[in-house]
């Protein structure tokens, strides 16, 4: 069956984005209209941002069904993020709250392949994670083996989409008042595959690993309908990208072609699951945004602005945030660094399927130039900004001009200063004058693909950061100012590029 179009998908109301638009421009037409970086000006400037992020984050959301089934089914599916390659030793190993998974584990019992064959017996089970050992993924590997790992073993552990449920299950329960609520509850599972590119995973002319997504939706169905439970598949988690900025096994990184294919697997997912068994809801698509890191075949930001771009374009397509923050093992994940990152899915999660609303990640949503001054707005969740440092590796590390960098029609141009102009506002100070239009870049290959921009967002996370060192963790991971201690759930802006317009003082701001 042809994938729907998005124009006349049931869940695409192209009235009420219409009438948004409408509303968006005319917030941001409102305010003082923009001259230099006085403090008056300043002031309105910020004030506007608010208000237009405001409006945005508290947009409803009709698209995604709401967890009222008695089984809410959320898969991951992606590359090696998404199934948690290195991401050992487990660390959620003892369930929490009523979350579920089918089977022992949240992945399937084959590492790769076209089929989804839980480990143990197909029934529902208490979420927990575990490590699988690659070779033979059925069989669960116990604390020592762990421990007598190499130590750049590709067991996967830790998947994000159980610190996801459990930080989900946390804010649900608090959000109705309740210890526990047998009748909704929500079900993990994991069909990704490690080393694929978009083309491989895709529906049409890939491995057909595709499908095992579909049939992690048949088996849990197939269990509620044998109770004679209702079952909604709520959310798919996205987490791919690498193999596309690396042009490896298929991959291309490019842009429009990234975000062709994306859209046509999200379409052929929901045409493929929720349709099938006769859901009119559009499952929510959460995605993070590939590190650009990765990005060694022209050091573009083209896969992770495509990321960006399809959550501004699609209804019911959400850009979480980025993952260069978070401990790492290089280019995956450490295990706390996975969990850390599925608490703010869960986050997230809670905030588009429960509480019905939109999300916007931090990010910019225009740039002036005045100059050598350029300002930039930001789209952020929990004002106002700071600077932080990310983890690189196992080290919170500066990045050089706080992750920016700046280039004009002559080329790369030296930032003389980065600092935050006010609650929503960046102001780099450029080394020389500019010409042409200036453009800006964050997080990008050319500082290793992080930054140190992030929000004040207060959210308690519902796990905390732990250091196993009978479990094989390195030395390294022993983090004095993490362990023990919840892991903070700040939001960080997104690698992006943009460029910086000028701006006639006497014109309102453009959008």
Known sequence: MPAPSRTNHPDYDRASTSRWVVLLLGVLMVGTPLASATPTSLSARDAQNKRFTEQLMGKPNHHSP???????????????????????????KHPRYDNLMLGGSTRSATYSGTRFAPVGESAFRPLKAVVQLKRDAKTILGSAAIAALDPQAQEEGESVEVGAL??????????????????????????????????????????????????????????????????????????????DYTELQGGINDKATYKKMLRQLRDDLNTDTAKVIGQTRMPAFISYQTDAK??????????????????QEEPNWYL?????????????????????????????????????????????????????????????????????RPYLGYEARTVKDRGFTLSDAHGEVAIEAVDIAADTVVRLIAGRDLAGTPRIRYASHAVEGAGELHDSDPTQADAHYEYLPDEGMSPDANIAALVNKPYPLNNWSIAFEIDASEHDPAQPPPP
């Open 66 to 92: 709401t967890p009222t089934a008695q089984y809410n089914h959320v898969i991951t599916y992606g590359q090696s993020l998404a199934s948690a390659a290195e991401g050992w030793p487990a660390l959620s």
């Open 166 to 243: 459990n930080m989900a299950r946390r804010l649900y329960l608090d959000t109705h008042g309740l210890e526990f609520d047998p009748k909704h509850l929500f079900v993990a599972s994991n069909a990704a595959t490690s080393g694929r590119s978009i083309a491989q995973l895709a529906k049409a002319g890939g491995t057909n690993e595709y499908r095992r997504v579909l049939q992690a939706v048949d088996q849990a169905k197939q269990l509620a309908d044998a109770e004679g439970a209702s079952y909604s598949l709520s959310a798919f988690f996205w987490l791919q990208g690498e193999y």
């Open 294 to 311: 990765s990005s060694v075949v022209n050091g573009s930001l083209d896969i992770g602005m495509a990321q960006w771009e399809l959550a």
């Open 320 to 388: 979480a945030g980025p993952v260069y923050p978070y401990v790492d093992k290089g280019t995956h994940l450490s295990a706390n660094g996975y969990r850390w990152f599925g608490q703010m899915l869960g986050k997230v999660y809670h905030h588009v399927v429960v509480e019905r609303r939109h999300w916007i990640p931090l990010s910019p949503h225009r740039a002036t130039v005045n100059g050598r001054e350029i300002l930039i707005d930001f789209h952020v969740p929990a004002p106002p900004l700071t600077f932080g």
